[in-house]
């Protein structure tokens, strides 16, 4: 958590190349966590769930998998359940880091598919990116006048129920060839929420009206104009899981991101080191298939499975070290600041073996003015050099952990303080419910790719920038 806090004032801070950005970087260093409320992010809830609720164990049983292994205080008593993997909501990409005027190639879950704006519907589509003439990938294609998706190897058009409306081979007095079955393109369904485009992964047509039954996680905040908001998102050459569960812990951040975040020091407590690593007591309540809530001294956080962590800040003005304190009477600061609040929103998506992308965002509803004098850019190059800076161990962990087995996480790793207790419940949900591992389907095995030279790893153009519409990303 004290990752995510101290990630909450990356886009204003925590880097050398700073802003003048000094009232609010004092705000968002007093931030600490508090309860979610309930309304702040819904999800539709599994109606198959069977469970029956019973409380275990006290909070000093969390943390420890090998000595005391982290036991969630509730527990859904479900074992059977398995979590399906091609049947939930995937996020894309941000639609602000979407051009319409081309169709864009993203792999989720191991699928190829290509997005592109459907101008005569005013819609994003999701379609297998596979041409159906002789397979060429579409998003290779264009957007042709009448706004339908062109094939770029032989001219084939489709429209955005993924219909062939076009054969430029096929004399007009033969047979209408395009209005075959097999010309069709296999369609995904689709829609955007919180602007962000998803996808449910399987075009079998009893999911064409999926989303009237199930719809992605909402969160009200990101659609709430008081709330200032700005989404990045980027490629990372290391895996979903590894990915999700470095945002759940905030105990690297002074080590891995020494220099670069700030992390505030709510009780003042002195220095052990000089990186300033301090006792976390992270604990996590409730386990079950739709996921997990964690709290700690800073607050709460959430995973709702797949793909989404989210935690609140909280802001409290009587903190010691706090400079809300210091002007104004106690009494004005704490009604104004109790409105305050923010979120750190963090969607991981899996990719590959070995990929995933992250769309990050951080609303907030107080000095919005900053994100409308800021460019997005300066946002951009902070999260990255943020990710930069544990890239390469995360990369090169997720090797080790694939030599042992994904399975064996639990026996491989030492984790025995409460700070890892949030990674020790994503392991074992992910035990429980997924066998210790994504379920590619029948797309991989599980080994990892190759792991490219270091250098290549680090590349940021194309894991972000290559992601952008043109002179929107400032590396
Ligand atoms: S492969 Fe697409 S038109 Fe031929
Ligand atoms: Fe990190």
């Known amino acids: 958590m004290e990752a995510l806090r101290a990630s909450s004032s990356l886009q204003l801070s925590m880097i050398s ?104 519907e005013s819609a994003w589509k999701v379609f297998d990116d596979t041409c159906p003439h002789r397979l060429a990938p579409l998003s290779e294609g264009r957007i042709d006048q009448w706004g339908r998706l062109q094939c770029v190897y032989h001219g084939w058009c489709f429209n955005g129920s993924g219909d062939c409306k076009f054969i430029p081979q096929a004399p007009p007095d033969g047979p209408p060839v395009h209005t075959f ?68 812990d905030p105990a690297h951040v002074p080590y891995a991101h020494f220099g670069i975040m700030k992390i505030p020091n709510a009780n003042n407590r002195p220095k052990a080191d000089r990186e300033g690593g301090i006792p976390l007591d992270i604990n996590v309540q409730t386990l079950d298939i739709d996921g997990f809530l964690g709290k700690h001294q800073y607050g709460s956080s959430r995973f709702i499975p797949p793909c989404v962590y989210f935690a609140f800040p909280n802001f409290k003005s009587d903190q010691s070290n706090g400079s809300v304190s210091t002007a104004g009477t106690k009494k004005e600061l704490s009604s104004h600041v109790a409105q305050r609040r923010a979120l750190l929103v963090f969607i991981c998506i899996p990719v590959s073996p070995g990929k995933s992308r992250l769309i990050w965002t951080f609303p907030r509803n107080f000095a919005v ?61 992910l035990r429980k419910y997924s066998g ?7 797309k991989f095995t599980g080994t990892l790719p190759p792991s490219p030279p270091r250098e290549q790893l680090m590349d940021r153009y194309w894991s972000h920038c290559g992601q952008l519409p043109q002179l929107q990303c400032g590396l």
Not at 48 to 61: G, H, I, Q, W
């Open 369 to 429: 003015w900053i994100d409308q004098i800021v460019p997005r850019w300066m946002f951009h190059v902070r999260g990255n050099l943020i990710l930069d800076s544990d890239l390469y161990l995360l990369h090169v962990e997720e090797r080790k952990i694939m030599e042992v087995g994904s399975s064996n996480w639990q026996k491989a790793c030492f984790v025995p303080t409460k700070s890892d207790a949030n990674v020790v419940a994503f392991r074992k949900w």
């Open 17 to 120: 190349t700073r802003l003048p950005t000094t009232p609010t970087e004092n705000l968002m260093f007093n931030l600490s966590f508090s309860s979610i409320p309930n309304s702040s992010f819904s999800s539709l809830r599994r109606t198959t769930a069977k469970s029956k609720l019973f409380s275990t164990v006290s909070s000093s049983t969390i943390s420890t998998e090998p000595i005391d292994p982290p036991q969630p205080e509730l527990e859904i008593l479900t074992q059977e359940e398995k979590f399906d993997w091609f049947s939930q909501w995937y996020p894309v990409m941000p639609v602000c880091d979407l051009d319409k005027r081309i169709p864009h190639a993203k792999k989720v879950m191991g699928l190829d598919i290509v997005v592109w704006w459907d101008r005569n």
């Open 436 to 442: 210790g591992q994504v379920d590619w389907g029948t």
């Open 181 to 248: 079955k097999k010309a069709c393109v296999a369609v995904y369904p689709s829609t955007v929420q919180n602007d962000i485009v998803w996808f449910w992964p399987n075009t079998d047509p009893q999911y064409k009206d999926i989303l009237l039954k199930k719809k992605p996680p909402y969160i009200p905040e990101l659609d709430d104009p008081s709330y200032t908001k700005i989404m990045a998102n980027r490629e990372i050459p290391y895996g979903y899981e590894v990915l999700i569960e470095n945002l759940m």
